[in-house]
């Protein structure tokens, strides 16, 4: 036995080692092409590598760094010294922020040769109009309409500090998805924008970039964050990752871009091209996709379906017998119902991490309400004349409960799961998110692309397996409802 116990602890390292490394991305086109040249890089240097793609906002990618879902992921200095880190100069160099994230267990890398600072644009013809070019002379102009991304709308970085350096008081601000705030500009819904100052399309809609007059916006070198793990558990992952410093410049990180976001080209291709590596191969095809995220989609409704049936049913019984306890549990799920789904995703991820337990969590939370409602609704809709006879017929509780309520109320309990399932196959295009894939992975990169092609590749797939669970859920309800039920329903 001990000597049993020594080979596994000796091997533990190589277990470590031979786990692939697990790269995050932020959700816009940049982070993405960082991920990528990552993780190729690494398969270079002959280390097994993954990407998780387009994980949300930084806050995300933060968590699951700290938590170890991801061990990597490209990040800003200017976002690490303003939102992520406390204490920290927000003129901080690498070296600064280094010493500051080692006793949080993570490493940073040198810079990777551009700043993609944040700055506020508007098309050029406007700005010219109006005679704006400078942020300051924003503050003559209040009645312009802007539109800031919603994560600009709450970084200490952002909206917030900008709006009280320049004295600045307009009367419509709203937020909005940053790759749909450029189409907003150009179609002139908004006359402002926030930018990244490597976004492809800022030539290409011919913004005019404001100039920070009162210095407000810190530089934002772009660098990598990793565990400190990594340093023992994969130290050439680490050399690969490093090896990147100073060989993105500004105008290749924009080029990058562009080959992205207006030539349609993949991720890993312009990685590929900027590396002089060999491209991935194929990804299978439109078929194989469809597959797997079916595949995958599937798994997050049926898990935190039938979850949800194994604890709301019991619920709805109980709710039936004792009327102020069934007051308080159908109160608690009704306001489960109304956290927003993006909220719910994001607040299972510090319980269960990234992937699909947090997204089967939040799915599973939001399928009680209409089981338990619904099971409640079918138990005291039952005629009392019904439920005397049973009684006196000396029925045990027990006994009247599984032969003559339940199945006079399995219409309505199968109406409430099919409720659910169906409000569970459309919730969970959101947990691509938070890294559980599904339907929801291509309409997130068609928003991001502007590519209408990939949005229906996953909306589609997703309104017909809704209408499928709908006509599934219909058969079930005919074959397990009592014939004699079925019949007095026609009448």
């Known amino acids: 036995m001990k000597r049993l116990c020594c080979a596994v602890f000796a091997l533990l390292p190589l277990l470590a080692e031979a786990a692939p490394v697990r790269i995050g991305s932020k959700q816009f086109t940049e982070s993405v092409i ?3 040249l990552a993780r190729l890089d690494a398969h270079a240097a002959g280390i097994d590598a993954m990407h998780r793609r387009e994980l949300g906002g930084t806050r995300i990618l933060w968590s699951a760094l700290q938590h170890g879902d991801i061990d990597a992921y490209p990040e800003y200095t200017g976002t690490i010294t303003h939102e992520l880190l406390k204490g920290v100069a927000y003129d901080a160099d690498v070296a600064d922020l280094r010493a500051k994230l080692r006793p949080l267990g993570l490493g940073i890398t040198e810079p990777l040769g551009f700043n993609n600072t944040y700055a506020i644009g508007m098309r050029e013809d ?7 070019a400078r942020i300051s002379d924003l503050a003559l102009h209040p009645g312009l309409h802007l539109g800031f991304s919603n994560e600009f709308m709450q970084r200490e970085d952002g909206w917030p500090g900008i709006r009280q350096r320049y004295g600045l008081a307009p009367t419509q601000v709203r937020g909005l998805d940053h790759t749909l705030a450029y189409q907003a500009v150009a179609s002139g819904a908004v006359d402002a924008i926030d930018l990244y100052s490597t976004d492809a399309e800022i030539p290409y809609y011919h913004l005019r970039t404001l100039d920070d007059d009162r210095h407000y916006f810190p530089r934002y070198e772009a660098v990598f964050l990793y565990r400190l793990e990594l340093e023992r558990t994969a130290p050439a992952f680490v050399a690969a990752l490093r090896a990147l410093g100073g060989r993105i410049d500004e105008p290749s990180m924009q080029r990058m871009n562009a080959d992205v976001k207006l030539r349609g080209m993949k991720e890993s291709d312009v990685a590929a091209r900027f590396l002089s590596v060999p491209a991935d ?3 299978g095809g439109f078929g194989q996709r469809l597959l797997q995220r079916t595949a995958e989609h599937v798994k997050l409704v049926i898990l ?3 979850l949800a049936v194994v604890l709301a049913i019991p619920l709805g019984i109980l709710c039936a017998r004792w009327k102020r306890a069934g007051q308080v549990v159908i109160g608690l799920t009704g306001i489960l119902q109304t956290v ?3 909220a719910m995703f994001v607040f299972m991820i510090p319980l269960f991490g990234i992937g699909t337990w947090p997204a089967i969590a939040a799915l599973f939370l939001y399928s ?7 099971t409640h609704v079918g138990l005291v809709g039952i005629p009392i004349e019904l439920q005397e006879s049973a009684a006196a017929l000396g029925l045990p509780a027990g006994v009247r409960l599984r032969r003559v309520e339940l199945p006079m109320a399995t219409r309505s309990i199968l109406a409430g799961i ?3 399932a169906v409000i569970n196959v459309g919730t969970a295009t959101l947990a691509a998110l938070i890294g559980a894939g599904g339907y929801g992975q291509p309409i997130l990169t068609g928003i991001r692309l502007n590519d209408i092609g990939l949005i229906l590749e996953g909306a589609v797939p997703a309104a017909v397996l ?11 309800e005919r074959w397990l409802t009592p014939r004699g039920l079925r019949l007095q329903a026609r009448q």
């Open 304 to 306: 935190s379906l039938g």
């Open 281 to 283: 191969a194929g990804d």
């Open 368 to 374: 009680l309400l209409p089981i338990v409602r619904n």
């Open 418 to 420: 099919k409720t659910a």
């Open 34 to 36: 960082l991920a990528e």
């Open 466 to 476: 809704a209408l499928l669970v709908q006509a599934v859920f219909e058969g079930v």
């Open 340 to 342: 927003p789904s993006l």
């Open 126 to 132: 406007e700005a010219a109009r109006l005679r704006i």
